[in-house]
């Protein structure tokens, strides 16, 4: 009988984990390994992507954030390590569980400058701080893979094991009971902290005490829909939702006033100035002077990590604890508001934002508007999909026009901010939920960065998915569209076309040429029918739709020092000022068309700066 190499011992144990997916790119790092693999029958599923940033990190974060398991990845010593650490990070800044599994060169190499050597310890003890290990030695096993696995789960984090090449390939020998030996076992239980009942009822007292409550929820929340609904009943409040907390509470009920933010709505923004009381659930969302201001509210935050409490703004409560079961706690002790004069208001506004966005949907655009691409998607949406939206302007739209409800799912590189993880999401998301289809938003320019060539990585598993559909909306504009309109609204510098401006390809027939289906899409009439024909494909599906870079992504809140930059910048010599000033005109009037009320000289509007959060 064949000796347990140590390669096939950590596949097994990974197994015992119920990992049924590893996302990873092949090298000689990791060469005991993928013998293993083959010994093992690819179990747990090898998944090759093309990269190890698109593998190891993005589909792995994307599996991770939609199944709520341990996102597994692994790559070579050297370069793969290197290639691996921008997902990475991706994967810390959101808290979501992913372990690494890193090549390294021979023990007997290491500190002789040796080929693909590099200091992998250094490396990743920032991304992977709270534990990243080495073996050196079989008996180190199952310790490093039993804490790696516990501690992402633990602590929504990354964690990474180093594995030399040359251990990978001894025969495995367990920890003995013997001195400085390290046993190890399996599993985790589920826990929930819950804060003390004296500092519930000090936030049971100040919520019952406001009389225009407004709650934030962020991811955190996710677990907890039922409980903050009720809450959001009893307090008369208005909901926002950071962008990662999207898909935490349906956007079809009246007072839910959707994101918060830069790619924010009008009514979130109206929340946070006008309300007296402040709730935070599970959200780190970044950026103050989208909350209200410092001394205007008195506020309570919930949250699980004791290190995110009491940021962001002077909380008077600060709650450690499960969103679920803290609020499980502190529903009992709140007050059913019988005025419901707040609450009727927040619903107003939530009525006429969503009037906004259609009439700014219906614009007309110079080839396609890219709100109307997205707000067309809105109502065509399947009762289970799973939507990923990429950094840029696709994240505009993505977080103004689609209304989340039901079982659907949705999510972006929320605090990195970083391109490219929009497509390998998706691909992620199909091995978390093979019978769902998913629906990645994106530009051009994420889609020439890494997007297309994960389009190969769909073409060779998609018939291994029960429902087929993936579907690539790429928003065509020949344009690095969020930073330009960056440039003008922040620096009022014109746009740099040597920086911003982007070759056109043919990613339908590119597409197609892989095996897929796809379709260019240069007419607004045209629209819609490539939606349902991508919605009832067979196969992946990219729509390439040619939208106008000069649609503004610029919020309804936008303060009048950003309106004057951009000005500026048009009269500096702006490529695209005259489609520019007519978008952004067209865009604006729609807000002070007969019935809305999002007018720009409401009191308190354009008090406030505009920061990017993706978050």
């Given amino acids: 009988m064949a000796s347990t190499k140590v390669s096939d011992y950590i596949l097994q144990r990974l197994r015992e984990w119920d990992v049924d997916h590893v996302f990873a790119y092949a090298g000689d790092g990791i060469n005991?390994?993928?013998?293993?693999?083959?010994?093992?029958?690819n179990k747990p599923k090898f998944i090759q992507a093309r990269h190890e940033e698109m593998a190891a990190a993005f589909q792995a974060v994307g599996y991770a954030k939609f199944s709520g398991r341990v996102g597994v990845c692994a790559a070579t010593s050297g370069p793969g390590a290197i290639h691996l650490v921008n997902g990475l990070y991706d994967a810390k800044l959101d808290h979501v569980p992913v372990v690494a599994l890193v090549g390294q060169t021979n023990r007997s190499a290491m500190g002789g400058s040796y080929q693909q050597e590099v200091d992998l310890q250094n490396l990743f003890k920032d991304v992977a701080s709270d534990f990243c290990e080495t073996a050196t030695v079989p008996e180190q096993l199952p310790n490093l893979i039993d804490r790696a696995m516990r501690t992402a789960y633990a602590k929504r984090t990354v964690t990474a094991v180093i594995l030399t090449a040359d251990v990978q390939e001894l025969d495995y020998t367990p920890p003995t009971h013997a001195f400085k030996m390290v046993p190890s076992s399996l599993g985790l239980s589920r826990y929930a902290p819950v804060p003390g009942d004296e500092d519930l009822q000090r936030a049971a007292d100040m919520l019952n005490a406001g009389e225009k409550v407004a709650v934030l929820i962020g991811q955190g929340s996710r677990g907890a829909r039922d409980e903050v609904e009720?809450?959001?009943?009893?307090?008369?409040?208005?909901?926002?939702?950071?962008?990662?907390?999207?898909?935490?509470?349906?956007?079809?009920?009246?007072?839910?006033?959707?994101?918060?933010?830069?790619?924010?709505?009008?009514?979130?923004?109206?929340?946070m100035q006008r309300c007296d009381t402040l709730l935070v659930i599970g959200s780190s969302f970044p950026y103050s002077q989208f909350l209200p201001e410092l001394h205007q509210a008195r506020a309570v935050q919930i949250d699980i990590d004791p290190h995110m409490i009491g940021l962001r703004y002077p909380f008077e409560v600060n709650l450690v604890g499960d969103a679920r079961e803290t609020l499980?706690?502190?529903?009992?002790?709140?007050?059913?508001?019988?005025?419901?004069?707040?609450?009727?208001?927040?619903?107003?506004?939530?009525?006429?934002?969503?009037?906004?966005?259609?009439?700014?949907a219906a614009v007309d655009a110079d080839p396609i508007n890219p709100e109307y691409v997205v707000h067309a998607l809105d109502g065509k949406l399947p009762d289970d999909v799973i939507l990923t939206a990429d950094s840029g302007s696709a994240a505009n739209w993505y977080a103004r026009h689609l209304r989340l409800r039901g079982r659907m799912r949705g999510s972006l590189s929320g605090t990195l901010a970083t391109m490219g993880p929009g497509v390998p999401y998706a691909i992620g998301a199909k091995f978390a939920h093979p019978d769902r289809p998913a629906i990645a938003l994106v530009g051009d320019g994420a889609m020439q960065m890494n997007g297309m060539m994960e389009m190969v990585t769909a073409a060779k598993y998609h018939h291994e998915w029960s429902d087929p559909r993936l579907?690539?909306?790429?928003?065509?504009?020949?344009?690095?569209?969020?930073?330009?309109?960056?440039?003008?609204?922040?620096?009022?510098?014109?746009?740099f076309e040597e920086s911003q401006h982007l070759?056109?390809?043919?990613?339908?027939?590119?597409?197609?040429?892989?095996?897929?289906?796809?379709?260019?899409?240069?007419?607004p009439k045209h629209v819609e029918a490539a939606w349902d024909r991508a919605l009832a494909a067979d196969r992946p599906f990219v729509i390439d739709f040619r939208t106008d870079p000069a649609v503004p992504p610029i919020p309804p809140h936008a303060s009048l020092d950003?309106?004057?930059?951009?000005?500026?910048?048009?009269?500096?010599?702006?490529?695209?000022?005259?489609?520019?000033?007519?978008?952004g005109l067209k865009a604006k009037v729609q807000e002070m068309l007969p019935g809305s009320r999002h007018r720009a000289d409401r009191p308190g509007a354009g008090k406030h700066d505009s920061a990017d959060d993706n978050k």
């Fill in 32 to 41: 005991g390994l993928l013998a293993a693999w083959g010994r093992a029958g």
């Fill in 230 to 271: 009720r809450l959001a009943d009893v307090l008369g409040a208005g909901v926002a939702k950071a962008l990662l907390g999207k898909d935490s509470l349906p956007d079809d009920l009246p007072y839910v006033t959707g994101s918060i933010g830069l790619l924010g709505t009008r009514p979130s923004y109206d929340l």
């Fill in 471 to 495: 579907i690539v909306a790429v928003l065509n504009n020949g344009d690095l569209n969020q930073v330009t309109w960056e440039m003008r609204a922040m620096s009022g510098a014109p746009q």
């Fill in 503 to 523: 070759p056109d390809l043919p990613y339908a027939e590119i597409a197609k040429h892989m095996g897929l289906d796809g379709v260019r899409v240069e007419k």
């Fill in 328 to 360: 499980q706690r502190l529903l009992p002790r709140l007050h059913r508001k019988e005025s419901r004069g707040w609450r009727n208001e927040v619903e107003e506004n939530v009525t006429r934002w969503w009037e906004v966005m259609q009439r700014r």
């Fill in 562 to 583: 950003q309106i004057a930059a951009a000005a500026s910048a048009v009269l500096q010599g702006d490529s695209d000022r005259g489609s520019m000033i007519k978008q």
